[in-house]
C-alpha cells in the first residue's frame, strides 16, 4: 500500500512536468517542426507555415472541431511538385513536407469551401 501512496502521486506530477495541463489538447503543440514562419487566417481556420533548416511544413487547422467535413492543405516549393493532403477531417488537414532549403514555397488552405493561401514566401 506505501508503493501506491507513492508511486502515483510521483506519476502524476511526472506528468504535469513533461506535459502540462493542456498536452492532450490538439493545439498545444504543432505536428510540424521548426519555427512558426506564417500564419494565415480565413473565415473557417488557419494555414500555418513552418520552417526549420532544410524543409516547409504546412497543416490547415479550423477554428471549431466538430463533424468530419472536405479540408486540404497543399504546399510547393519552387520547382518542384505540389504536395497535398485532401480528405474529410474533424480538425485538421496535414502536416505536408517539403524540401525548401533555399527555395521559396507557396501553401494553400481550404476548408469548408473556404480557402487562404500564401503567395511564394520564405525566399
Same mark, same amino acid.
Given at each position: 500500500?506505501?508503493?501506491?501512496?507513492?508511486?502515483?502521486?510521483?506519476?502524476?506530477?511526472?506528468?504535469?512536468?513533461?506535459?502540462?495541463?493542456?498536452?492532450? &489538447?490538439?493545439?498545444?503543440?504543432? /505536428?510540424?517542426? #521548426? @519555427?512558426?514562419? +506564417?500564419?494565415?487566417?480565413?473565415? *473557417?481556420?488557419?494555414?500555418?507555415?513552418?520552417?526549420?533548416?532544410?524543409?516547409?511544413?504546412?497543416?490547415?487547422?479550423?477554428?471549431?472541431?466538430?463533424?468530419?467535413?472536405?479540408?486540404?492543405?497543399?504546399?510547393?516549393? &519552387?520547382?518542384?511538385?505540389?504536395? /497535398?493532403?485532401? #480528405? @474529410?477531417?474533424? +480538425?485538421?488537414?496535414?502536416?505536408? *513536407?517539403?524540401?525548401?532549403?533555399?527555395?521559396?514555397?507557396?501553401?494553400?488552405?481550404?476548408?469548408?469551401?473556404?480557402?487562404?493561401?500564401?503567395?511564394?514566401?520564405?525566399?
Amino acid at each position: 500500500m506505501l508503493v501506491c501512496s507513492v508511486v502515483l502521486p510521483l506519476v502524476a506530477a511526472l506528468g504535469l512536468v513533461l506535459g502540462g495541463p493542456s498536452a492532450g &489538447r490538439a493545439d498545444a503543440a504543432s /505536428v510540424c517542426a #521548426g @519555427r512558426p514562419a +506564417k500564419t494565415v487566417s480565413f473565415k *473557417t481556420g488557419e494555414l500555418r507555415v513552418y520552417k526549420s533548416r532544410s524543409y516547409a511544413c504546412a497543416i490547415a487547422v479550423a477554428k471549431k472541431s466538430g463533424p468530419r467535413r472536405a479540408m486540404s492543405v497543399t504546399l510547393q516549393a &519552387r520547382g518542384g511538385s505540389p504536395v /497535398v493532403d485532401r #480528405g @474529410r477531417y474533424t +480538425k485538421q488537414a496535414g502536416p505536408v *513536407t517539403v524540401h525548401a532549403l533555399n527555395r521559396c514555397v507557396r501553401a494553400s488552405a481550404t476548408i469548408s469551401g473556404k480557402s487562404g493561401s500564401t503567395g511564394w514566401i520564405l525566399c
